[in-house]
């Protein structure tokens, strides 16, 4: 029997039980292995390591109510991680490979999958990398896929309670024609440090703006942005951030209950005119915002009145989470039982 407190789980690593990877070498993909180690025997001149040839992915598999393990929206994580390998000159991970290895990572780690109703899930961590040795700056011609498993709690300690966010000018997070808009490590290298001092000025993330004229809103940390004004869910339209599949999901969860829908630009001055703001992604689902401040004017915006989330995000919240869940009809079919 495993010992686990479920409930009080954090966000981060867990060792599991087992491990899956592939290959890719001589221009093609190997056979899916199975590992118990913890760690990848690499070349010190892998250009991973040297020149940030490397993406990844975040994805939850669930607990039904009805006992049955689901997993949300994979091909889409499959079709995000080819276009990140595009972006970083990568072998792409065809998506049968990626089936293979996400199934197969749930099925070999089924006990660590966390019972239903407690706001944890078994997080997957699939992880492409150049592991082929270069000292120029180029492209490798080895590849290694990866895909490891944990349980995870909810990602702010607050669960699904309003956090606060500072929005900053002096640190980008991404270019604009650089690689905001795929899932490679070097944007979170460029978000670590912003991070790090928001969390040390009380904040439990910090809101990027577009670096070409700091104008709009650009993503909310690791997460994407979006808000409630009136009947309408909005959301930022930008070249440098990354599509989230959360966002996309919740905005047709908005369509479906009436909301109108707009993704466009979000200028920084419009924070005063929304009702409801949070951030959203896969690790989160949603976090509601209950305070923005400027870092550079000291302006305050505040959304939460009773310091609880407004109805609109609760709603998309709930619905989305019920879906995952299996506790509301799939009606798009996003889920794949885990069979
Ligand atoms: C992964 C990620 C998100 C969230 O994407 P989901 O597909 O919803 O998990 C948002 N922003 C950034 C920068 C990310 O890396």
New binding site residues.
């Given amino acids: 029997m495993l010992d686990i407190d479920w409930k009080s789980l954090p966000f981060g690593y867990f060792k599991t039980d087992y491990n899956v990877r592939c290959y890719y070498r001589n221009g093609k993909w190997g056979e899916l292995e199975i590992s118990s180690s913890e760690y990848i025997n690499m070349h010190m001149a892998a250009t991973c390591l040297h020149y940030g040839q490397e993406a990844f ?3 939850k598999a669930y607990r039904g109510k009805d006992g049955k393990i689901r997993i949300f929206r994979w091909n ?2 499959a079709k ?1 991680m080819r276009r990140s390998a595009q972006g970083v000159m990568m072998a792409e991970v065809p998506d049968e490979i990626f089936r293979e290895a996400i199934f197969k990572v749930i099925k070999l780690n089924e006990k660590f999958v966390p019972p239903y109703g407690l706001g944890a899930a078994l997080y997957l961590r699939p992880l492409l990398i150049g592991s082929g040795p270069e000292v120029g700056v180029k492209p490798a011609t080895e590849y290694m896929f990866m895909v490891f498993a944990g349980p995870v709690g909810p990602y702010f300690k607050e669960g699904f309670n309003p956090v606060e966010m500072q929005v900053i000018s002096d640190y980008d ?1 991404a270019a604009p024609n650089g690689t ?1 808009h795929i ?1 490679v490590g070097g ?2 290298a460029a ?1 670590l440090r912003p991070l790090h001092r928001g969390k040390q000025e009380g904040f439990a993330s910090v809101i990027f703006r577009n670096s070409a004229d700091r104008r709009y809103i650009d ?6 942005f979006f808000a409630i004004r009136g009947d309408t869910y909005i959301t930022p339209d930008s070249v440098s ?9 919740l905005r047709q969860i908005a369509k479906d209950m009436g909301l109108k829908v707009e993704l466009r630009q979000v200028a920084i001055d419009e924070l005063g005119d929304f009702d409801e703001v949070g951030a ?4 989160a689902v949603i976090s509601p915002i209950k305070r923005i401040v400027d870092r550079d004017t000291g302006k305050v915006f505040e959304y939460c009145k009773d310091r609880i989330a407004g109805p609109y995000s609760t709603k998309l919240y709930v619905t989305l989470r019920a879906i995952q869940e299996g506790a509301e009809e799939d009606i798009h079919g996003w889920n794949t039982i885990v069979e």
């Avoid at 959203?280 to 690790?283: E, I, L």
């Fill in positions: 992915e975040g994805m889409e994580n995000r997070r905001g899932k944007n979170y978000s993503e909310a940390g690791p997460a994407n951030i990354l599509p989230s599949i959360t966002n996309m999901s959203c992604g896969t690790a």
